[in-house]
């Protein structure tokens, strides 16, 4: 998980920041003041009118840190550092079929099929089916 990070500022794609990870599988930002942002998460800005466009890179509380135009500008190194965060923020299961529902009762044990296999879930409100 560790992608080893170029000496050659020339090699950064931007100046003003570079990612890293950490000892411990976070994602680092390092901005132009030399500051440390752990555990930053990289976001597409439109996900499903333009999924290859840009990404904000924000903090625990979803402050924008940077911002990447486009993906496909960015080092070989780099960009699969992004991508593996983002495929792992997007991850997504698809329900296939449900299998049981413990009870019209609250909170409700659901049993589902999923393009991952099965899965067990517990839905505290009504309302989180809508969600």
Do not use: C, K
Not at 9 to 29: C, H, I, K, T, W
Not at 35 to 52: C, E, L, T, Y
Not at 83 to 99: D, H, K, N, T, Y
Request: hydrophobic share 40%.
């Amino acid at each position: 998980m560790n992608n080893p990070v170029p000496d050659d500022p020339a090699s950064q794609p931007n100046p003003q920041f570079a990612l890293e990870y950490d000892a411990l599988g976070q994602l680092v930002l390092i901005d132009a003041a030399g500051r440390r942002h752990v555990g930053v998460a990289p976001v597409r800005m439109f996900p499903i009118s333009d999924p290859d466009g840009p990404v904000s890179i924000v903090d625990a509380a979803g402050r924008e840190l940077a911002s990447i135009s486009r993906l496909d500008g960015l080092p070989d190194w780099q960009r699969e550092m992004i991508q593996s965060a983002l495929a792992e923020r997007e991850f997504m299961p698809v329900i296939r079929r449900i299998i049981s529902v413990s009870s019209d009762l609250e909170p409700s044990q659901w049993e589902a099929q999923t393009d991952r296999g099965r899965v067990t879930f517990q839905l505290d409100d009504e309302e989180d089916v809508r969600r």
